[in-house]
């Protein structure tokens, strides 16, 4: 059974820093894109970064650029996401989510077969 679960969220101040965890488990996945997306309350989710378990390439959406960085560890079977110079715009529940990697990156959610159940993030102004 493949399991993502999501761990590290909080609440901070705008400016701080917090990394979040996602633990991946119950199949091998090596040929696998894993991303992550946010959705705000009334708001629809929205793709932030992904990246390719075979080799770190990466693909981040516009917003978080500069900002946000994902990593892996392959080891681990775990995905980073270090959120820096937080806004109170990225106030959410950040989802962890896999799927195949067919060489094309995807920022539809409905295209992410696994997903974690979330973690929030609250940024204070």
């Known amino acids: 059974q493949v399991q993502l679960v999501e761990s590290g969220g909080g609440l901070v101040q705008a400016g701080g820093s917090l990394r979040l965890s996602c633990a991946a488990s119950g199949r091998t996945f090596s040929n696998y894109a894993m991303g992550w997306f946010c959705q705000a309350p009334g708001k629809e989710r929205e793709f932030v970064v992904a990246i390719r378990w075979s080799d770190g390439d990466t693909y981040y959406t516009d917003s978080v650029k500069g900002r946000f960085t994902i990593s892996r560890d392959n080891a681990k079977n775990t995905v980073y996401l270090q959120m820096d110079s937080l806004k109170p715009e990225d106030t959410a529940a950040y989802y962890c989510?896999?799927?195949?990697?067919?060489?094309?990156?995807?920022?539809?959610?409905?295209?992410?077969?696994?997903w974690g159940q979330g973690t929030q993030v609250t940024v204070s102004s």
């Open positions: 989510a896999a799927r195949l990697d067919y060489g094309v990156w995807s920022v539809a959610s409905h295209t992410y077969k696994y």
